[in-house]
């Protein structure tokens, strides 16, 4: 998305920056993971195909992609695929009857040996910030897998509630409106800092 090609979000343990054509053959190599295609509802891509899905991510005006780098490593050597550890997205849409404009949210952290060291959890709560401090939104939606217990833990977490379930898909909808509480909550759980972003 144009709102975050200039723009990278600093938190404690990770760093969140704008998804380049340079982070393409490693994002490219996770997403060879069947596994990890399963947990996102992703299809398989030739290499060709992802760096034209980057090109769209980065021109559409629905999406908002980061790609999460862990700040020890990336602090080390300013080394960004080094330090690449998952990405995280946000898809805008209105809905038709309430009109009311709701981001969908998602989070990967696609390198085993980071998993579990709170990066995801970081990631996401910068990313909701970030987006709900730039976006005019009613609320957030998450749809997650009914096996994957540790990001409905996270969600519940954010103070997400269950909404739905698809059994076809495997599916889990959870929605959190945005009030002024929930923004007062989220404002205790990360410090949101904003550096302009250049390749």
């Known amino acids: 998305m ?13 760093v969140l920056v704008p998804y380049e054509a340079r982070h393409v053959p490693k994002y490219h190599d996770w ?22 899905m980057q090109l769209s991510w980065r021109q559409d005006t629905d999406k908002l ?5 862990a700040a020890d490593i990336y602090a080390r050597d300013n080394d960004e695929i080094a330090a ?5 997205n946000i898809f805008l849409r209105h809905e038709p009857d ?18 579990g060291k709170g990066y995801g959890r970081e990631a996401m709560l910068l990313m909701l910030k970030y987006a709900q401090s730039q976006l005019e939104l009613n609320k957030f939606e998450v749809k997650i897998d ?17 909404t739905g379930r698809v059994e076809v898909f495997h599916e889990v909808t959870m929605e959190r409106e945005i009030t002024t509480e929930w923004i007062g909550w989220l404002d205790k759980q990360v410090q949101l800092t904003i550096e302009s972003y250049s390749v």
């Open 84 to 88: 690449m550890v998952g990405d995280t």
């Open 2 to 14: 144009r709102l975050n090609e200039k723009t990278k979000l600093l938190g404690k343990k990770v």
């Open 65 to 69: 992609t980061f790609i999460v780098l």
């Open 98 to 115: 309430t009109n009311q404009k709701v981001a969908e949210a998602e989070i990967m952290i696609a390198d085993p040996q980071a998993r």
């Open 146 to 162: 009914m096996d994957n217990a540790v990001s409905l833990r996270l969600f519940e977490s954010f103070q997400f509630v269950e």
């Open 31 to 52: 997403m060879s993971n069947e596994t990890l295609r399963e947990l996102t509802a992703s299809e398989e891509m030739t290499l060709s195909e992802e760096y034209l």
